[in-house]
Structures are given as C-alpha cells and as structure tokens.
C-alpha cells in the first residue's frame, strides 16, 4: 500500500523558517512529479511548489524567493524549505505523488503549519 508521510510542520514566528519533509513509498519514486499543496482555513487548496522527475521546479508567486522544493530518490523523500515564513502562510500542508498514470497519484494527509504574528 502506497504511503505518503508528512512531517516538520509546527508553529513559528512570523520571519522564520520551516522544513517539511515527505517520505513516499511509491516506486520508483525519481519517476514520479512531487507536490506541495497547503489549504488554509476557509480557502481552497492550492498548489505550493513542484517538483518533476528532471528536477525542475514550480511555485506558486506567493511562495517564489521565500520557498525552495527539493528531492533526494536515494531516500525517497521530497522537501520544502521554508523561509521568511509569513501569517498567510499558515495552512495543512499536504504531500503529492502523481506519476505516469492517472491512477497513480497519491496523497498524504497533510502536517499544519502555524505562523504567528
């Protein structure tokens, strides 16, 4: 069975920094797209950053310049380095896997980010 692990969320003042990490047991896991979506409280999810098989990258505008996305398949693992962490940025961040078919996209259940002001 296919599992995606969140984990690093937590609380944090306004200005500092946060990395989340995302253990998938997809295989192989270098072939598969990893992205980071969040939903806030009363908002719809959307798409953070992004992550292909090539190493190349996507953000969304409100995170470019503060967020970096990376990826180590030796442990099939995705990261999202946080910085200058912002209230709005306060949200479930949750893990995603899709890989070459439709039927293989994964999620996991998501980690909370909390950033006070």
């Known amino acids: 069975q296919v599992q995606l692990v969140e984990s690093g969320g937590g609380l944090v003042q306004a200005g500092g920094s946060l990395t989340l990490s995302c253990a998938a047991s997809?295989?192989?896991?270098?072939?598969?797209?990893m992205t980071w979506y969040r939903r806030a409280p009363g908002k719809q999810r959307e798409l953070v950053a992004s992550i292909n098989r090539r190493g190349n990258t996507n953000y969304a505008d409100s995170v470019k310049g503060r967020f970096i996305i990376s990826r180590d398949n030796a442990k099939n693992t995705v990261y999202l380095q946080m910085n200058g962490l912002k209230p709005e940025d306060t949200a479930v961040y949750s893990c995603?896997?899709?890989?070459?078919?439709?039927?293989?996209?994964?999620w996991g259940r998501g980690t909370q980010v909390s950033v006070s002001s």
């Open positions: 995603n896997a899709a890989g070459q078919t439709v039927e293989q996209n994964y």
């Open positions: 997809v295989s192989p896991f270098s072939m598969y797209t």
